[in-house]
């Protein structure tokens, strides 16, 4: 779960900096949930949700502003 986070946290950064696209940006989040949702149980399920929904919302604040 800490290699999701670090992950999706390092994709953001480059998103925001502009070092990386909007698509690329959701590619490598997909990319990143996928790797670890089979691996998840219980609370981690939860988590992970959380964590998701959280990154898609700053992901999208950051398209809103850019529009």
């Known amino acids: 779960m800490k290699a999701y986070e670090h992950r999706t946290q390092e994709v953001i950064r480059l998103f925001l900096n502009n070092s990386i696209s909007f698509p690329e940006c959701i590619e490598a989040l997909d990319e ?10 219980g609370k981690e399920l939860l988590d992970l949700t959380a964590l998701t929904v ?9 398209m809103e502003r850019r529009g």
């Open 32 to 41: 990143a949930f996928l790797a670890i949702v089979t691996e998840v149980t």
């Open 54 to 62: 959280a990154n898609n919302a700053t992901v999208m604040r950051e």
